[in-house]
């Protein structure tokens, strides 16, 4: 009788274990469904296309692959024709814009600003810009003996390329309704900060002589080094001051898509880049996505104009951050 009376207590135990188990199990699956559920909501539904980040990764990687590539380089021409080469294949108009410019040392540059198209008729139209040239020097390096050496720029010119590159890609693929010029700009990257506007000759050239007669365009976004690891974009203080209201567009729409790690509501300082030109001389408004570093004097990353802008800094993160979130606010215009 005790024997049984034990048995009964075993078999209860037993059947409770099993039934608080299986209830357990359920109440598991249930909040696993609910967390995927409420994640499907909270997540917004893209109107734009994906942006692969490992295309945009490879097409860093194609341009470092020619070596430095500064203004009247070896390596700058055979760039140049693969970009075009690439835009043409991609966008439905790829304008070339050559000229002879000076240099702050009295040499001449051939510039090569390159502009791809898409919906050339539109009459509402954005830019997506970047400068395409790398730095002849790296003069930033903690090594002396480098400074005159060039640098790869995988980061400062090769990533903004690449965000228009996919872009590109995925523009020929759906068309968005609006008109958009991706711009790469020439020579922006040969300038000493003693000399006034010794930096940025290719936006300079074009904010003077548009590569269409009477051109137009409604805004612009300048992509500069967007491709580091763990990079941090801030208000900088010419966007604002110019185009506010496009800092706040892109900024939102970059928080709703998840990325405000990479996103930050800071006001910077005031950088004399492609977007300053667009703004004053061909009164676009333009603003720039710049890394912001708080780790060195200068605001800007430590491989910053140094050898170690090359593959090791990018992260393709980074460039999805950036690449996404322009996609979107691209789409979303009518
Ligand atoms: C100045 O240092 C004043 N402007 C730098 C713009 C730049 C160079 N961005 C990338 N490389
Ligand atoms: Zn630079």
Known sequence: MYLSNHKLLFCFFGLSLILLSSCGDESNSNKKQNTTTQTEQTKPALVSPNFIQDSAYLFVQDQVNFGPRF???????????????????????????????????????????IIASFNPDAKKRVIVAAHWDSRPYADQDADKSKHTEPILAADDAGSGVAVMLEMARVMSVKKPEIGIDLICF???????????????????????????????????????MVGGRDAKFVWESFSVKYAESTVRKVWDQAVQLGYSNYFYYYQGNGITDDHYYVNKIAG???????????????????????????????????LKAVGQSLLEVVYKEK
């Open 284 to 318: 676009i408004p333009m603003i720039d996505i710049i890394h912001y570093s708080e780790q060195t004097n200068s605001s800007f990353p430590p491989h910053w104009h140094t050898l170690g802008d090359n593959m090791n800094v990018i992260d393709r993160n980074t």
């Open 71 to 113: 203004t009247n380089s070896d390596g700058h021409t055979k760039c140049g024709n693969w970009l075009v080469s690439k835009f043409t294949a991609y966008a439905d108009k790829v304008y070339e814009q050559k000229a002879d410019v000076k240099n702050f040392d009295g040499k001449i540059l051939h510039i090569r600003n």
């Open 186 to 224: 020439d020579a922006e990257d040969l300038g000493k900060p003693q000399y006034e506007d010794s930096y940025c000759l290719g936006s300079q050239y074009w904010s003077k002589n548009p590569h269409v007669k009477n051109y137009k365009a409604d805004y612009g976004i300048l992509l500069d």
